[in-house]
């Protein structure tokens, strides 16, 4: 069985890490792994240049949570990590001393810009890093979106009120002012001249079934779907596509996405962000609007969610859907998989 998952950071890394658990057990390879494949496409908006080296959130994320490497409460980074070089910098004065980079990330970063400066692509940087983690052992493959730069940025008022508009990186936003600045739009800079990264758009042309997990629906997955081709893939797939809220409740899980669908104007609840994403067979919706689910899974709190979404033609259900471990969100990916009959 091939699955193909569209992936943020935490959310998608964590759900990812129980489908894999949840595919060892049902498809056991005899060697403690499975013989399904796994895609991850990982969001590479939240990149950036950060003390001369290439930062890649989301794909470290994954690497390192489905590597066993990740810190378990923080959700990214490395477990046992020290922050010695960042503090350093710190005294120097130079860089953004609200980004630590951990020592051991660092490493990570450092060898992947070496071998992006060898000329390598970003597809092959993650596939060299992904080695040492042991990850096709595991029957997943993580793939960036595009191999070209293309970076998040966000639109905020002038924070001195002088009326005027001013971009700074996702990351800035998020990070060092917490979502707090009110944000105008989100704007992916290098788009245009991205192309999904090699393997992308025949991972979701061939996949048995694809995935959204509970990733930011605006900053990670719409990223994602931006990329040119990747919606067209997805609405000509003969597999089908499901889909499970981050919104629980009428708030995300954890982090900031309230203020991100705020931006483009979508309730927080789990009914708007699926509305958001749209149904495949919705024939109003057509190109860079088409819809791109068949079902959508919801938390067991919003089953009032499910619910409307069925009145309205919907295939939804709803279950429990925090990944508080792993055999929990082996269960929870069980349910997205069922809801379209796998
Ligand atoms: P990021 O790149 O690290 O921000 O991670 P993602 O984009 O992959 O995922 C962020 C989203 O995951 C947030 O909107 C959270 O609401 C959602 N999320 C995190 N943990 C859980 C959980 O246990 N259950 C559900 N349903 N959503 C979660
Ligand atoms: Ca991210």
Known sequence: MRITVLSGGVGGARFTRGLLALLRDRLPDGRGGTTAEVTVIANTGD?????????????????????????????????????RVSADLAAYGVGWDWFTLGD????THLARTQWLREGRTLSEATALLSR???????????????????????VVADPEGSGAERTIHFEEWW????????????????????????????????????????????????????VPG???????????????????????VRGMAAQCLATIGVEATADAVARFYGRRDDAARTGPDAGVLDAWLVDTVDADAAEKLA?????????????????????????ALALVAL
């Open 104 to 107: 051991l990330d660092l490493a």
């Open 311 to 335: 009145a309205d033609g919907w295939r939804a259900a709803a279950a429990p859907t925090l990944m508080t471990d792993v055999p929990t969100t082996a269960r929870i990916a069980a349910e």
């Open 175 to 226: 990070v060092r002012h917490r979502a707090a600045l009110p944000a105008l739009r989100f704007v992916q800079v290098g788009l245009e001249d991205a192309q999904a990264a090699p393997g992308v758009l025949a991972a979701i042309a061939s996949a048995d079934v694809v995935v959204v997990p509970p990733s930011n629906p605006v900053v990670s997955v719409s990223t994602i779907l931006a």
């Open 230 to 252: 990747v919606r067209a893939a997805l609405a000509t797939t003969a597999a089908p596509v499901v889909g499970v809220s981050p919104i629980v409740g009428g708030a995300p």
């Open 132 to 154: 040492r983690w042991g990850l096709a052992e595991q029957g997943v493959r993580l793939l960036p979106m595009a191999d070209e730069p293309v970076e998040t940025h966000v």
């Open 47 to 83: 990149d950036m240049w950060l003390h001369g080296v290439r930062v890649c959130p989301d794909l470290d994320t994954l690497m390192y949570t489905l590597g066993g490497a990740v810190h378990e409460e923080q959700g990214w980074g490395r477990r046992e990590e020290s922050s």
